[in-house]
């Protein structure tokens, strides 16, 4: 279903919105007086009528460093009072990330979000199983606020408590749930354990995201739960989820709302614009958002763009899964190693469960990446052999693998899970028994 005609205007009508929005938006930032209007000065943007969309490449960009150092509120663009909530990240850099709403904007990620759960095939009928966590998170709002507008009903259970989740899908038959995909595999494994037949499960789509995952972690879902896994892309500073989202029809590729968040790929190391084919860091503008309004903003996260149509008829720009991070790309022994290459590797081995911890060996000068997961004690060594080859192909990178015993790899019932750990000299093995 398509929630609203803007996924389905004509490339041009889209450009001419983009760019009313646009200066709309340069000239509250230049209204406001902040960091963001003395870089536009001083790259001679007086008005919004001095820009274009052809122009955007060349206005400035904002990055994470500047809402910590303008923390909390420096980069707030409307007085105080019509601030209605506020939300935030740990940020991948440890530091709080805080962003402000008004009442628009809080309805604008309603909006945005109903779009992406219409996509999914959700209805007013529907009843969405929501294990986001709830709190300054925007996982569970921001579900929240998307069903709310869509008509839907939302079950706000949040995170953790696994067994009550299992006992609320049974007894509600809820057709869509919404968490990470890791948890999707933790409520999956743990209604296996029980000896559910997912067949017996009312659950038909899954909406997953807040972390990277691939297509053999999807698979994993898929069969786990009895579901279709979509994916669902965004972020605090640009609203929360909702900023793009894969839907029935778009075979892999998550459509961005770019009526209200502009999209560019840049060349990371340089930030200079590249081409749409080509893997790069998203950037976007919250052409429409009141209280924290964003140029440019450089997410650090890795993906490629596509523009052609979805045979359901929406035709905003695509992008891809993201394949990582800017700054949690590994190098090691000068190869640089995204971890989700390293999931694809593992999920795809019919031998291994779909857990695993890539551990950064820094002990000695000759680095070494260990990957440890999990696979029953009989078939270790030949599991081990089969995913070293295929870690070397894939990585041009020989690892070592450590296969442990189902349940000995750490699970994250709550939250996002961490992937990748540093073993520093003199410190603990970060697993028992490494
Ligand atoms: O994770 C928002 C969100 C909630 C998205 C629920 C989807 C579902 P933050 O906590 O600010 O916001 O973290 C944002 O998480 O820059 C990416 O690095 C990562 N991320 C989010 N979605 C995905 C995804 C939410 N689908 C950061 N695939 C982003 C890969 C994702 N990484």
Redesign the pocket.
Known sequence: MIFDRSETMSTDERAALQTERLRDMIDRLLAADGLQASRLAEAGVKSGADVSLDHLSRLPTTQKPDLWENYPFGMVAVPSEDVVCVH?????GGRP?LVAYTEADVKLWGHVMARCLAGAGATRESLIHNA?GYGL???GL??HHGAGALGAAVVPISGGMTARQQRLIQDLRPDVLTC?PSYAVYLGEAFAGDGVDPGELSLKVGI??????TDAMRDKIESLLGIKAL???????II??GVACETLASAGW?HVQEDHFLVEILDPATGESAADGELGELAFTTVTKQALPLLRYR???IATLDRTPSPDGRTTVKMS??VG?RDDMLVVRGVNVYPSEVEAVVLADPATAPHYLLVVDARSTQTQLVVCCEADREAADATAARLGAGLKERLGLTCEVRVLAPGEIPRTEVG?ARRVTRWEPDAEPPLPGL
């Open positions: 935030g990240s740990s940020g991948t990330t986001y998170f925007t996982g921001g579900i990470t997953h995201g807040a972390e990277p995952w994916d669902i892309y965004g972020l605090s500073e929360g989820p998550l997410t650090g996260d899964k993201i991070r996002k």
